[in-house]
C-alpha cells in the first residue's frame, strides 16, 4: 500500500467525544486478492475488517489485540477480522463466495448474507486473560451492529458509518469508516451538534471514491463543532502468522491429537486463514519442540 497517513484520530476541543476516520480501500483490496472474494462477501468482510482496524485504534497498549466476530447465520458463516493497537488489521470469511442479488436500493445485501446470530468482541491486552464482550447482530449491516454492540456491552454511545464500494472488476473502488463515541459527562450542545451532523456521515465510501481526505471528511461530518487532530499514521492489511508461532501452537497438542493428526502421513500442511501462506511440519520436530 502506498505510505500515506490512512488513519486520523482526532477530539473535540470540548472532549465531548473522539473521532475515528479511515481510508481502508487497499486494505480491502489485500484482502480481495488473498480470498478472492464474490462482491457482498467483499463488502461485508471490508466493513468487519474497518470497523476492526476503527477499534482496534482505541486499545490501550501498543501490544494489544482486538478481535471482531460476526457468527451469523446466513451463507457468509463466520466473519473474522483481528486488529493492532495501530489499526493494522487482517481478516477472514469462512465463505467468500457468499453473494446475493442486490437490494432494491440497489446496495450490497451485506444484512442478507450475514444473517442473525452473535457479535463478539475480543480484547488481549498482552497480559492477564482476554477480555470478551458479546451483543446479538442487530441488522448483519456491521456498522449498526457495532453501535448497538457498545450501547448493549460497554454503555458508550457511538455512532458508526462503514462503507465498501466494489467496482466493476470486482476490485474494491473506495472503503473507509466513521466512528465518533461521546466520553463522559459530554457538553449536551455538542451532544446535539454531533446528532445534527449525522447524515453527514453517510455513504462514507462515495465520499472517498469523490477524493476527499480524512481532513475533508471531518471537517464535514463536525461542522460547526470545534476539534483538535490527535494524531495520523498509515494502517495495512498485516497478518503476523509465522513457522514458529504455528509450531509452538502444534507442540501443545495432546499424544492423542498427534496421533490424529498424523494418522495418514508424517508430515502434515498449515494453511494460515488470514493470508494462504502454507506451513510443512513432521511429527519428529514438533515432538522435540516439546521437550525444549
Known sequence: MTQEYNVLRAMTQDGAARILIINSTEMVNTAIRYHNTAPTATAALGRVMTGAALMGTMLKEKNSRLTLKFKGDGIAGSIIAVSDYMGNTKGYIQNPDADL??????????GGIVGQGDLCVIRDEGVGDPQSGFSQIVTGEIAEDICAYYVQSEQVPTVCSLGVLVDTDLSCRAAGGILIQLLPFADEETVAKIEKNLPLMSNVSGL????MTNEDILARVMQGIEYDIFDEFPAEYRCDCSRDRILEALSCFSDKELDETFAKDNKIEVCCHFCDSKYYFTREEIEANRQN
Do not use: E, M, Q, R
Open 101 to 110: 442479488p442486490l437490494k432494491p436500493n440497489g446496495k450490497l445485501d451485506v
Open 208 to 211: 472517498i471514491d469523490s477524493g
